[in-house]
């Protein structure tokens, strides 16, 4: 692996290894202050101001405008770097884009909500991103990540690490944002079918009228990745979804559906009605803590946590567009 394979491997490292993302500035605390009071996420305003102190972000230099390069008498700006990165890979701007949004409502809501996952978890994780940076600097034939940053690379090794720091506190903030929130909520714990074709819903209809287990009808019959944990899936929130009606229309211990679905169908069972659990981050801290110990974060718990953010907090991308020139419509 060469100085330029390894980019691709330094970006995994920064924001792959983690689930989410994550911040540090060693010159500010490393979380944002705890406050004792938990507002409820329905009576949070989209427009409720954070405050910048608890923003922990890593420093830029220059400036959207910046020139990037010159070459024969003529500058090459940023916004020509991007424009061209936008049109020559528009779905690598949109995903590295969206990364920074979320970076960004992950510390404002931690920051909201008082989340403090301390500093011995902290510094754990900071620990293990670091270390597979170095393996990965290894690999490439070097031994000092410093001198692999700097000569090879080209990169402030202190700036760098500190994103990488950055990277892997946000992570451990992120999923306690995650799970704040699903606990926060109304939800069912429930299991499912899905069925692909006609027949197999008459044949989990029958086998349901005959008394079989739901969890022994979704192994023999779903076509979801569940089936051979006999159908169970992450807690369903309350909210607009087609599934979520169908699993707050269903009594615990009862089957609903089949729920028509792009051509598929899908059967629920309502396992159990979860309450929502609320309070400042000194009294729900433990909870969500052991309930991540239990069960880390799934990605359709992530997707309605993402949703759920998007709508609570005014995001545009607007500049972007602006800065490179490209018809401003939707956002990206």
């Known amino acids: 692996m060469n100085s330029y394979q390894l980019v691709g491997a330094l970006v995994l490292v920064l924001f792959g290894v983690q689930g989410c993302r994550g911040p540090s500035n060693r010159a500010r605390p490393l979380v944002p202050p705890t406050v004792e009071t938990q507002t ?89 991103v670091r270390s597979a ?46 799970r704040s929130y699903t606990l926060g909520e109304e939800r069912c714990e429930v299991a499912l079918i899905l069925c692909g074709e006609r027949e197999a819903v008459d044949l989990v209809q029958s086998g349901l009228a005959r008394g079989e287990e739901f969890a022994q009808l979704a192994r023999a019959h ?21 599934l979520s009606r169908l699993a707050f229309h269903t009594e615990p211990g009862e089957v609903g559906g089949p729920l028509a ?19 400042p981050w000194s009294q729900m801290g433990p909870f969500v803590e052991s309930s991540l110990e239990a069960e880390p974060i799934s990605d359709p718990e992530y997707w309605q946590w993402k949703e759920a953010m998007l709508k609570l907090y005014e995001v545009d991308t607007g500049p972007l567009l602006e800065l490179v020139g490209e018809p401003q419509g939707e956002n990206l």
């Open 40 to 128: 409820p996420f329905e009576s949070m305003p989209a427009s409720a101001p954070v405050q910048s102190s608890a923003l922990v972000q890593v420093p830029t230099r220059g400036t959207a405008s910046s020139v990037v390069a010159r070459v024969a008498g003529s500058e090459v700006s940023a916004s020509d770097l991007i424009l061209a990165w936008m049109q020559r890979d528009s779905m690598a701007v949109r995903r590295t884009m969206d990364e920074l949004i979320l970076d960004r409502i992950v510390i404002a809501e931690a920051a909201r909500m008082g989340i403090d996952p301390g500093q011995e978890k902290v510094q754990a994780q900071v620990k293990r």
């Open 261 to 279: 679905q792009d051509g598929r169908w899908l059967f629920v069972q309502v396992i159990q009605r979860l309450e929502p659990q609320r309070g």
């Open 133 to 178: 940076l170095e393996e990965e600097v290894r690999r490439a034939g070097s031994v000092d990540v410093h001198e692999f940053l700097s000569q090879r690379m080209g990169l402030d090794p202190e700036r760098y690490l500190m994103a990488v720091d950055h990277s892997a506190l946000t992570d451990l903030l992120a999923e306690r944002c995650v």
């Open 222 to 242: 779903s076509q979801d990745a569940t089936s051979t944990d006999g159908g169970r899936v992450p807690a369903i929130l309350r909210n607009s979804s087609a």
